[in-house]
């Protein structure tokens, strides 16, 4: 016989899959207005994650459609079932084929950054897609990925207005048969109730996109990977000094204040046995800026990190007793170009995936003429660490301070563009780093 209503596992899996894509439609439409500093490459990877899981509950309810009996078809006209047979056909094409074809541009992006399903789950790319092969299928791919975005909306939009009239129009209870709630429930007033919940679970999923990158710079670095502190950098030393040691990142993001407060483990203040530790510290105030320049095809091309603190000590009268220590988290450069900003993301650039942060240690600090200073020390990218020495002016006014400084690095012993991007016949190999900001001395 066939059953009045659905399975349980069946209106699970409808509700959870229809919320899912409510917020992927959601999520897809607000992405386009986000920049690297409002959170982009977290909201792509979030993309990636929902759509994979929405590919997952498919499949599963592909299987439990074959499985569980359904109920039998309500009486209609024929040419009204035709069309619903149609859209049902649709939707699960547009369930599986959205995430398909998503996996597949990422699987043939000419950078290949690594996917983890909600930061957690490393997510394969599909293999054998290079070569000849992965030009034809990422087009084939993107094309496909779009049309089925808007496809999937249209069909989306025809499944809920096809419910809504048999159950208004028609006046046949189909709506009920894929509510949580049984008949009995429903019979005694609690309909409406149901229905408004499910609209609000829907409508609430679509909307709930718009929260990201609210404001610039809302997504809190990611912890750097244990390659990136070297040994005697470890992170902890600064655990009691909360927030002291920087209180806000660059100008450009200045409401990132509240998030280096956590990160300030991974700045370790010297040990307190260290003569080092008597030099004042030094806290970086709102309105910096940490950029760096490269030349492409003998353009230059600016950039700058949103997010980084540091923890200073300097003594100009003692410069023996300074200890400078900065940490930049990677996937917060901005070029302005969203594209080009993925691309520094990926594995061939930073990978950010692997390897979070960067980091720079000076302990030497000499002077080089009025207000003039060299800081030499250590830069880590990538688990890569290399010497550099940056210079820089300094101008003291009562307990606060003006820096600003430069300095260079070869992108090349970091593994700074690999493969394709190693010749520097396109990208230069020299990088330029600029920064200024003002702090105030704490101790």
């Not at 982009?40 to 009996?69: C, D, E, M, N, Y």
């Amino acid at each position: 016989m066939e059953p009045a209503r659905y399975s349980r596992i069946a209106i699970t899996l409808h509700w959870l899959i229809a919320a899912a894509l409510a917020f992927q439609i959601g999520l897809g439409w607000r992405m386009g207005n986000l920049t690297a500093a409002t959170g982009q490459f977290t909201a792509f990877q979030l993309h990636k994650s929902i759509g994979i899981t929405i590919l997952l509950l498919s499949l599963i309810r592909v299987a439990v459609r074959w499985w569980k009996p359904r109920p039998a078809a309500e009486p209609d006209s024929p040419w009204a079932k035709r069309a619903a047979g149609l859209v049902h056909f649709g939707l699960y094409a547009f369930m599986i084929g959205g995430p398909i074809t998503g996996w597949l541009l990422v699987s043939t992006s000419r950078i290949q950054v690594p996917t983890l399903l909600f930061s957690t789950i490393p997510w394969p790319h599909i293999p054998g897609l290079h070569g000849a092969l992965r030009g034809p299928v990422h087009e084939f791919s993107e094309a496909a990925h779009s049309a089925l975005a808007w496809i999937g909306i249209a069909l989306f939009v025809l499944h809920v207005a096809g419910a809504l009239r048999h159950q208004w129009l028609l006046r046949q209870p189909l709506i009920e048969r894929m509510l949580p709630a049984g008949p009995e429930r429903l019979s005694r007033g609690g309909g409406a109730l149901a229905y408004i919940a499910a609209l609000a679970l829907v409508g609430g999923a679509f909307l709930l996109p718009g929260t990201i990158g609210s404001t610039r710079g809302n997504v809190p670095p990611p912890a750097p990977a244990a390659a990136e502190t070297p040994a005697g950098e470890t992170a902890g030393d600064d655990a009691g000094e909360g927030n002291g040691a920087i209180q806000a990142a660059p100008a450009e993001a200045p409401d990132n204040a509240a998030t280096t407060a956590g990160d300030n483990a991974s700045v370790a203040a010297a040990p307190a046995e260290e003569a080092k530790a008597e030099a004042p510290r030094w806290a970086v105030q709102p309105g910096g800026r940490l950029g760096f320049t490269a030349s492409f095809t003998g353009t230059p091309i600016e950039g700058r990190f949103t997010r980084w603190d540091a923890d200073i000590r300097f003594d100009a009268d003692a410069l023996d007793k300074s200890d400078i220590r900065v940490r930049i988290d990677m996937a917060s450069a901005d070029t302005e170009d969203s594209s080009r900003d993925e691309t520094l993301r990926g594995d061939a650039f930073f990978d950010t995936g692997a390897h979070a942060a960067a980091t720079f240690r000076a302990t030497r600090v000499t002077s080089t003429g009025p207000a003039r200073y060299r800081a030499q020390g250590s830069l880590t990218i990538k688990g890569v660490k290399r010497p550099m020495t940056v210079d820089f002016t300094l101008a003291i006014k009562g307990d606060r301070a003006d820096v600003a400084g430069k300095g260079t690095i070869t992108r090349g012993d970091f593994g700074i563009g690999t493969g394709e991007w190693e010749a520097t016949d396109r990208i230069a190999g020299p990088v330029a780093v600029d920064f200024r900001f003002s702090a105030i001395r704490k101790d």
